[in-house]
């Protein structure tokens, strides 16, 4: 990171959060509704090519180099690990594993993510804070989708490792980002994101290509609400939410970043209880609460004193 680039504002930090925490959140609803028209891959493929496309553009009008080779050396296997391998696997993983436990290993995210951030153990552990978050967290999702948790069936076993392997890789690829990407170019530049979409949306079309998902698409018969949920997870979901995740592991710690993964589960309970007339259940009202303490434990884990002067 250079060390010379202004500090964020507290605004800009907080509207990052809104989007990795609510909209980032939102955009599973829209992921189900887009399926309906188009097939995974070719999805995966339009959204992330065109978003990496637009970004592309609105960095070059910045004045960005967006052909910056070094860049693009650690740009491309970044949207290969973070983008393209976590997203198959979630795809693949569906066919054996229900939603519900989907949701349930997703929050393992951040566990991975502080676990594999070693340089950062001893500034993440020093006290409980952070340890009684991230359990306490996972134990808020559980409880969250306890009524509708069901063990695997058949290969079900399958489905979790491959799942988790999607996490993993996630987790990985977010340390990737923060402690070697982010090195070569400036935290308010774009071009190193707008690759990693890029090269994640031309891996979806060639998979898309070859498993003859491409040619088995009727595009002319596409109606306008599946463009309609298309543009959405290419403007919100991948432009505001995924950026905005990528500019807050360059300017905040990877753990804190990471809380995204209780909050999205909490966003989407709430979102269907608001606008989906879903009854939060009490046990679901209890992981709620937990979700929040937790989120708070972690968010303030150095309330009491000043955090020393590392790099974030």
Known sequence: ??????????TAILVAYFMIYVVWGSTYFFIGEA??????????????????????????????????????????????IMLFA???????????????????????????ITLFNVRRWRYNFRNYRVPLGLVGGLIGVVLLYLHELSLPDSHGELGVLIFLGGMIAWSLGSLFIKYYASAKEQVNAWSGTAWQMFAAGLAFFVVAYFSGEISATKWEDIPWQGWAHVSYLVLFGSICAYTSYVWLLKVRPATEVATHAYANPFIAILLGACFGGEQILPLQWAGLAIIIASLVLINNRHKKKSPPKVKV
Do not use: H
Request: contains cysteine.
């Open 1 to 10: 990171m250079n060390t010379n680039t202004p500090r964020p504002s507290y």
């Open 86 to 112: 976590d997203m198959t696997a979630i795809m693949l993983a569906q066919k054996y594993i229900t939603s519900s436990l989907e949701a349930v290993l997703a929050a393992s995210t951040m566990i991975w």
């Open 35 to 80: 399926l309906k028209y188009f097939s995974s891959y070719v999805l995966g493929g339009v959204r992330f090519t065109a978003a990496g496309v637009l970004l592309l553009l609105y960095a070059k009008t910045k004045g960005e180099n967006i052909f910056n080779r070094g860049i693009m050396r650690v740009s491309v296997p970044c949207g290969m």
